[in-house]
Nanobody
Framework: QVQLVESGGGLVQSGGSLSLSCAAS????????MAWYRQAPGKERELVAN???????TYADSVKGRFTMSRDNAKKTVHLQMNSLKPEDTAVYYC?????????????WGQGTQVTVSS
């Protein structure tokens, strides 16, 4: 099992910044992907950014140039720095870890943290 504990989030005005952190513990495989997803009310959960265990980071088009994801493999943490926030960034943000092995993969989720951007 893997445990993910998120911190950060909150309320910020449009154009402001927030930072999220996620600490992972437990059975983390050598090959894994850590990611941030978000889910706004009435919408499906969507990928915000992910970072592989070998250092590749990708972003959703909607956050490119505004959000930066980083990971520290030694500390088993990921961070999401969110700048130039917009009201449409309002959502519950979830940390995700995907363990990958030869014949499959397993996803683990954090409890979620609310990000609210006021206009």
């Amino acid at each position: 099992q893997v445990q993910l504990v998120e911190s950060g989030g909150g309320l910020v005005q449009s154009g402001g910044s927030l930072s999220l952190s996620c600490a992972a513990s437990g059975a983390i495989y050598r090959t894994n992907v850590m990611a941030w997803y978000r889910q706004a009310p009435g919408k499906e959960r969507e990928l915000v950014a992910n970072a592989t265990s070998n250092g590749i980071t990708t972003y959703a088009d909607s956050v490119k140039g505004r959000f930066t994801m980083s990971r520290d493999n030694a500390k088993k943490t990921v961070h999401l720095q969110m700048n130039s926030l917009k009201p449409e960034d309002t959502a519950v943000y979830y940390c995700n870890l995907r363990n990958i092995w030869n014949w499959g993969q397993t996803d683990f989720w954090g409890q979620g943290t609310q990000v609210t951007v006021s206009s």
